[in-house]
């Protein structure tokens, strides 16, 4: 009972999934391309130019104009890439000193709640030992209403 419809679908689907990862291949390839003639710069010259980046962050006129003769590049084109290469180095340090930040303020937060947790632990946490709802204030700052509504003096409780 073999049904030769299956053999077929098998291979049809076959053949279809290699045309398109053929196709996805030649996208990339056709975008790497594209991404070379916007800048003149490949993958093989981006790596000399970081090796030349981590020695000197700003280089002349001079060493940029032999750096884009060297690759065969146009001055313009190593020129951007050093500019965008140092925004990106901006960019990053940013993101670190942010982070930083926050692992500071993480620690003296836990710090802080370490040392003292025991004595504020009524504002986050009810008699019950129940997180503390946010529209409730902590236990010694309420108010009953029987007080209020008599007008007599509140105790805080």
Known sequence: MDDPTVDDDYFTQHVAETVLRQRKREAQVY?????????????????????VYEMERKPSARTESRLAAQLG???KAVQLW??????KDKRTQKRYAGFFVLGVLLFFLMFFFAEFGEKYKNLFYTAKKRIRPYKLLPQGLRVRKADKQSGASPKIF
Request: net charge positive.
């Open 31 to 51: 975008l790497q391309q594209l991404r070379e003639d916007s800048s003149g710069i490949s993958p093989q010259n981006a790596k000399v130019l970081e090796g």
């Open 73 to 75: 590049v146009h001055p």
């Open 82 to 87: 050093f500019r965008h290469r140092r925004v």
